[in-house]
């Protein structure tokens, strides 16, 4: 169950990840500019996925938002905080261009490793009833 919430989580922040570091990258922003705009369209999408489901259950928005929050925030700030810290570890990852392999390469490990380091985080907070266990209430 760790695994699949981790999965899940990891698909909305790779996303969001992505395009930031895409957008970032492609617009010439500043290090810290395309790190902060991944950052926070990894949270967005994150939250988005989990809001979907849950709001297929009949849930009203705002609830909705609240399962979210509960669930993901944790998860997605570790991945976040491992992926974001792997790509920076890495030299001149940060500078590497779209068409460079080194930026590729660097996202692809970063987010591998943040599942690898996340899943524990998520199944010791569902052992708990926290984290993505408040969401199998409304699946």
Request: glycine share 12%; aromatic share 6%; charged share 10%.
């Amino acid at each position: 169950m760790a695994a699949q919430a981790t999965l899940h989580c990891l698909t909305g922040c790779a996303i969001g990840e992505v395009l930031g570091m895409v957008i970032g990258t492609a617009a010439g922003l500043g290090n810290v500019a395309t790190v902060v705009l991944s950052v926070a369209l990894a949270f967005v999408f994150g939250y988005t996925l989990t809001m979907r489901g849950v709001l297929r259950a009949d849930v009203p928005l705002r609830a909705a938002l609240k399962v979210a929050l509960a669930a993901d925030t944790v998860s997605i700030g570790v991945m976040e905080l491992i992926d974001n810290g792997f790509v920076a570890a890495v030299p001149g990852a940060l500078d590497a261009g779209l068409a460079d392999a080194l930026f590729w390469g660097s996202l692809a490990a970063s987010l591998a490793l943040a599942f690898v380091v996340t899943t524990p985080v998520n199944r010791w907070m569902i052992g708990r009833g926290k984290g993505h266990a408040v969401v199998h209430a409304y699946h």
